[in-house]
Every structure is written in C-alpha cells, then in structure tokens.
C-alpha cells in the first residue's frame, strides 16, 4: 500500500465514531516497519495557537478499510 492510499481515507475513532483528522506523513522505524502515522492537526478558524501534530502508534489501528481507518483509543478525541 502507497501512502497516497493511506491519505485518502479518513482516521475514525472507533470509541465515538469521529474523525480525528488527515495522514499527513508516516514515521518509519530503520527496519523498515511502521511506527506510527502523522496526522494534521484539527484545524479550527478560531484557534490562536499552534497545535501539533497527532501521531497515532501503529498499534492502535484497529482496521485498514477501503475507505477508513479505525483507531482504537480515547486519546485521540
């Protein structure tokens, strides 16, 4: 799978349904395994500051769908 696969699909947290944002980027470990996918942060018109970006470990996907990715977990509301 491409990365470019990986950004069309939406990050859903299977926890409460929400999508929790865009794969920007991946972090990969030297040999050559995923760690973690970066993803944009929540962007809001209003917000005065500059949030970082999330990183969701591998470990939390849950599921790679067709259209989704589900991560299990609540840290990521």
């Known amino acids: ?9 939406k990050i859903i947290n299977i926890d409460d349904g929400k999508n929790i944002g ?6 990969i470990h030297e ?3 995923i760690e ?3 993803l944009e ?3 809001n ?3 005065l500051t500059k949030e970082s970006d999330t990183k ?4 939390d996907i849950t599921k790679i769908g067709e259209d989704v990715i589900l991560v299990k977990t609540s ?3």
Do not use: A, C
């Open 1 to 9: 799978m491409r990365l470019s696969e990986l950004q069309s699909k």
């Open 22 to 27: 865009n794969i920007i980027d991946i972090n």
């Open 31 to 33: 040999n050559g395994t």
């Open 36 to 38: 973690s996918l970066v």
């Open 41 to 43: 942060h929540n962007k």
């Open 45 to 47: 018109f209003f917000s």
């Open 56 to 59: 969701i470990p591998w470990k």
């Open 75 to 77: 840290q990521y509301d």
